[in-house]
Structure formats: structure tokens, C-alpha cells
């Protein structure tokens, strides 16, 4: 016996549960439009939606979808393997390398920001200092304001 209130098809009240969601906030609204379609999938029931969501966990498994691990199952041929184990550790020696590369680029970049920002930083510092054309000397040796 399915004893939901608003059963997962779509029907006028769904529609309108769902733009209201999307109009109210946005993930309600995709929460709707999830139920509506694949609700009659998950039974109504938590225990019925546990199932179907360990179904689909298992299958997107057996499919191999997801990250790949360096650990794979054997081919049965113990020469593949070994040229599969052979290369795989030379990528990740590369990656290892590329990414060294990139950290040093990268403080290489920040070396030049600090540089920059230090140049920019005495310019105006000179510029600040600097006597203005405005002031005038006395004889004397102190400034004078011109006007």
C-alpha cells in the first residue's frame, strides 16, 4: 500500500510544488523535480529508498564508474601486469614532477608579486618624500609655501 500524500507524477500539485521550490530555493526545487521523477523508483518508503539507492551504487560499481585505482584486479596475464604496475608508477613519478613544477612556478609568481608590490611601494614612498613644485626655499634654508 502506497500512502503518499503527493505521489511522485506529474500532476498539476507536483508541477506547482515544483516551480514554488525553484521560485523559493532552487535545490527544493530540484528536490521536487527528483521525487517526480524517479520517486515511483524509490517505493515511497526510506527503507524502499535505501534499497534503490544501494542498487544503484552497486551498478554504477560493476560498471567501473567512478575513480580508477591503481590497484586493479589482475588481467590474468602476470607480463601485462607487470608493464601495467611499470607504467603507472612512471605517471605518477611525472605527476609527482609536474607538480613540483607548478609549486615552484607558483612561488616564482608570488616572488614577483612581493617584487612588484615592493617597487610600487618605493615609488610612492620617492613620490611622497619628493619636494612638490609648489614649495619655495628661503635663504635661510626653510621651506616656504608659494602662492
Known amino acids: 500500500m502506497n500512502s503518499a500524500i503527493i505521489k511522485p507524477a506529474w500532476s498539476p500539485i507536483t508541477i506547482a510544488l515544483m516551480v514554488l521550490g525553484f521560485i523559493i530555493f532552487w535545490p527544493l526545487g530540484m528536490a521536487v523535480l527528483a521525487y517526480i521523477l524517479w520517486g515511483e523508483y524509490m517505493g515511497g518508503s526510506r527503507e524502499k529508498a535505501d534499497a534503490w539507492v544501494s542498487r544503484q551504487k552497486a551498478h554504477f ?22 608493464y601495467r604496475e611499470e607504467q603507472l608508477k612512471r605517471l605518477d613519478e611525472e605527476r609527482r614532477k609536474l607538480e613540483e613544477d607548478r609549486q615552484a612556478f607558483e ?22 618624500n619628493a619636494p612638490r613644485p609648489d614649495e619655495h626655499r628661503n635663504d635661510d634654508g626653510g621651506e616656504r609655501q608659494g602662492y
Not at 61 to 82: I, L, Q, V
Not at 107 to 128: G, I, P, Q, T, V
Open 107 to 128: 612561488e616564482h609568481l608570488a616572488n614577483l608579486r612581493k617584487a612588484r608590490d615592493r617597487e610600487e611601494f618605493d615609488r610612492f614612498m620617492r613620490d611622497r
Open 61 to 82: 560499481k560493476s560498471r567501473n564508474c567512478g575513480p580508477r585505482h591503481y590497484g586493479a584486479a589482475s588481467t590474468g596475464n602476470a607480463a601485462f601486469d607487470e
